[in-house]
């Protein structure tokens, strides 16, 4: 058993901060925990937009905290985002998160983040820097 707090982590190599300051990840499962998924607790900050596409990774996102809006660019179909609700890409859908107010969200992904993905200019995680275990 693995038992491992938001507290011990944060300031290490697994709280990670986007390059242009919209987000801050911190890392509380990993690939390196070999059990197929990873676990971030994720503060995304208020009136920040960011385009994400994860070409390689379903990721389930549960918002806790904050409110906001996430809209895929294929559909331009825009969902409002608030504390207790959770979006699914599992079709690998490129979007826009929009933070309203400061969001905090709990973030699955499968496969696992090993901790060395970059998101590219078109939001994507690089795929050449993943390791799959
Ligand atoms: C919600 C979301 O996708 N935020 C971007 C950061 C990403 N979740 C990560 O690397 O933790």
């Known amino acids: 058993m693995i038992v491992r707090s938001l507290e011990e982590i944060q300031n290490t190599d697994r709280d990670v901060r986007a390059n242009n300051g919209n987000w801050e990840s911190r890392r509380l499962i990993l690939n390196d ?11 995304i900050h208020a009136g920040t937009e960011t385009l994400l596409w994860y070409k390689h990774h379903i990721e389930a ?19 409002p ?19 309203r107010t400061t969001m905090r969200m709990v973030c699955v992904f499968n496969p696992a983040v090993t901790g060395n993905e970059v998101h590219d200019a078109d939001g994507s995680y690089c795929p050449g820097a993943e390791h799959h275990s």
């Open 61 to 79: 996102v549960y918002c806790i905290e904050g409110e906001g809006e996430v809209e895929t660019t294929e559909t331009l179909k825009s969902y």
């Open 33 to 43: 925990d070999a059990v197929g998924f990873s676990l971030h607790d994720t503060i």
């Open 81 to 99: 985002i608030k504390a207790g609700t959770v979006y699914l890409l599992n079709g690998n859908e490129r979007h826009w998160l929009r933070a």
